[in-house]
């Protein structure tokens, strides 16, 4: 009630869309239908019917007319559509699948996996209790219990004694179908007459749809967002003999319905020799075939047949029975052809043979769906292959039409256009027309997975910062990062590249701390080049930023745990940058930390650090009169083989106003037992 009072209350501030309500209802007088129009409390007159019968005008005795307007089919959804695109989208505020509060928004990919899984398989783990002890869970779950708003797993099945038709039904209706085979199973050898055949084929097709599972709950939303993250197969196979097959051989005679059910699960689970005797089994018996089994045989010729001319042989072939039994092929057919050209895009007449698929998809008045730009995209812009400006025709084609998901794999268009127009054109305005067409009407619907949406995201900000100003493109970042996407190390050392090339070094602390909340600033591709383009910049009012960021690095390197299974080791080359970072805004002693660390455990770090590190160490040690710390370095310089500064030792001792006993000393510092005598020193 509260809500509908607060649509009236925005109706009365008139900031819904006009014609939102359609015709009033005829519940209610007249007066309050066209109350606001007339100075007095009735209206008198008689209402004129147009052509199409509906009330377009009332006749008032002073000869003006009132119009109202005709009614307006609406669905239960139309008002809540309206009163949300009042509302733009907000790039600050997190998905609604995570806590609004800013100590519990997940920051990193990991963490978004696990907050989000972690929520639905506790509602797994108490399903699964409800499921395994039914008998301690006596109160009903709503009253009353509406079973359309259950999940699959939640309505139940109690196996009974003497199972009947309805049991059958009953567990199909609830996508039980493991139960509901058990008592197909138990009535079929007690009474198989009263099975009808519908019921067999119903029963087949379920079991074949879900490849004799029980139905997945359609709640369950997390796992189907992240399904390529948590899937350790990539595809489910076809389970050979099991339920489907037992109900299939159950059917006598066989018919055509039964044959595609089995033929199209078949190929579906990639059991490719089994649909492919079922489909000559089908042909010998005589019974037509219907145009999905011929979808999906076209789907798997890939993996029937090896070599690029059979498998153009065996598509024709098929096309060829389809045309003699009369068969008309769908958008489907259309799909499945181009989707085996995309697999032999290699082949020389490719290119020609699609763009034949389309003029004939054309003259049998069929329009191409997203899948099927898909496909042309995969064709023509292939890697290593020539430059292809097709992506541009494709978007104009697209210009202006409101896009429906017609085929299953239409989610697949949108990342590979940004792909499309980001690693094969590099052209930003081609990447901003992709972008502007996703976030068009509710086409940001085709990203159904994280893995479409993370490709989609990452791979038009890729091509941004290889195109756009840096200004520019820390606008869309700040849209999309970290709300809609994550960037992993690649994008950031993308941004890092950027930024040198550009000059504007002021960016960089920026990008750290991001690498920081993201989780990727111990990365090894990250750490080096990052610190690397710092060390290159000599820019005076940074050098205190610069140097605070190799302080991070040290403190985050020196405070990991030993047993950590992914530990960062400190790297030669990050402690000659952190060194000399640090040496630069004059703090010396977190350096000779660094140092120190290195000569002391040196089993524990990969290579050594550089000998213009050393040098500026050795440099700022003479300049602060600590001659124990210059000679461990000259030592170390020895062991590594710069003799460089091995040679400058008698001048760094005359520098530090050492006795001439011991200059003499440090004048035969590169020689071994001098050297395992300096402890001594």
């Known amino acids: 009630m509260a809500g509908f009072l607060c649509i009236l209350r925005l109706a009365a501030t008139k900031n819904l869309p006009p014609g939102l309500f359609g015709k009033q209802s005829d519940r209610f007088p007249w007066r309050f239908s066209v109350g606001a129009f007339s100075s007095t409390a009735e209206l008198q007159g008689t209402p004129e019917e147009d052509a199409a019968g509906s009330v377009s005008a009332v006749s008032r005795p002073s000869g003006r007319r009132v119009k109202l307007p005709k009614r307006i089919v609406r669905s239960p959804t139309d008002i809540l559509d309206a009163l949300a695109s009042t509302v733009g989208k907000d790039a600050t505020g997190p998905h609604y699948r995570y806590v609004d509060d800013p100590f519990f928004i997940p920051t990193n990919a990991t963490n978004r996996r696990i907050f989000a899984l972690s929520k639905e398989s506790g509602r797994k783990a108490a399903r699964y209790m409800v499921k395994k002890y039914p008998a301690l869970f006596e109160k009903p779950k709503a009253d009353p219990e509406i079973s359309a708003f259950l999940a699959a797993s939640q309505l139940g099945f109690q196996r009974p004694t003497e199972p009947t038709v309805k049991d059958i039904v009953d567990c199909m209706q609830k996508g039980a179908l493991v139960a509901a085979f058990e008592a197909y199973t138990d009535l079929n050898e007690k009474t198989p007459e009263a099975i009808t055949p519908e019921l067999r084929q119903e029963l ?108 153009w042989e065996m598509t024709m072939s098929f096309l060829s029975s389809m045309n003699q039994a009369g068969v008309a092929p769908n958008l489907q057919t259309f799909n499945a052809v181009l989707e085996v050209i995309s697999r032999i895009a290699m082949w020389r007449r490719s290119r020609s043979t699609a763009l034949g698929v389309f003029a004939e998809m054309k003259r049998c008045g069929i329009e191409p769906s997203l899948a099927s730009y898909h496909f042309l995209l995969q064709i023509f812009c292939r890697e290593r292959g020539p430059i292809s400006h097709i992506l541009l025709d494709v978007l104009q084609a697209l210009e202006g039409k409101e896009l429906t998901l017609r085929d299953p794999k239409d989610s697949n268009f949108f990342p590979t256009a940004m792909d499309v127009a980001g690693r094969h054109l ?73 930024v040198e090339f550009h000059e504007e070094p002021q960016h960089l602390p920026r990008i750290w701390s991001d690498a920081v909340v993201f989780g990727l600033a111990l990365k090894d591709n990250m750490l080096e080049p990052f610190l690397a383009v710092l060390l290159n910049n000599h820019r005076e009012d940074l050098k205190e930023a610069f140097a605070a960021i190799a302080l991070d690095v040290k403190t985050r390197i020196d405070a990991q745990f030993l047993d950590r299974a992914n530990r960062i080791p400190w790297s030669g080359p990050v402690i000659s940058s952190v060194v000399r970072l640090l040496l630069r805004n004059g703090q010396l002693e977190p350096a000779w930390e660094v140092v120190g660390n290195y000569i002391n455990k040196k089993t524990e770090t990969f290579g050594f650090p550089s000998e213009e590190a050393l040098s500026e160490l050795v440099d700022v040690l003479v300049a602060a009169e600590q001659p124990t710390r210059v000679k461990q370095c000259v030592t170390l310089a020895s062991d590594l083989g710069f003799m460089d500064l091995v040679r400058s030792a008698e001048d760094l001792a005359k520098r530090l106003r050492l006795p001439e006993q011991e200059i003499q000393k440090w004048k035969r510092i590169g020689s071994g037992s001098v050297a395992a005598s300096l402890g001594n020193i």
């Open 426 to 498: 590099r052209d930003v305005a081609v990447a901003r027309k992709v972008y502007d067409l996703l976030w068009t009407n509710n086409n940001s619907l085709f990203l159904t997975d994280a893995l479409k949406d993370t490709v989609f995201h990452g791979n038009f900000l890729k091509v941004l910062v290889a195109g756009e100003s840096v200004e520019n493109f820390f606008k869309v970042y700040d849209e999309l990062v970290p709300m809609t996407l994550v960037p992993d190390s690649n994008l950031l050392l993308e941004m890092v590249k950027m």
């Open 204 to 311: 087949l097709e379920r079991l074949c749809f879900h490849n004799s599972d029980d139905a997945i709950d359609s709640d369950l939303l997390e796992e189907k967002w992240f399904a390529h993250y948590i899937q350790k197969e990539v595809r489910r196979r076809w389970k050979v003999g099991g339920p489907a097959d037992k109900v299939f051989q159950d059917i006598k005679p066989k018919t055509a319905e039964a044959y595609a059910a089995m033929i199209c699960a078949n190929a579906r689970f990639l059991h490719v020799e089994g649909a492919n005797t079922l489909l000559e089994e089908m042909q010998q018996e005589n019974l037509p075939v219907p145009v999905q089994v011929y979808n999906e045989m076209i789907k798997i010729v890939p993996l029937l047949k090896d070599s690029i001319d059979s498998r």
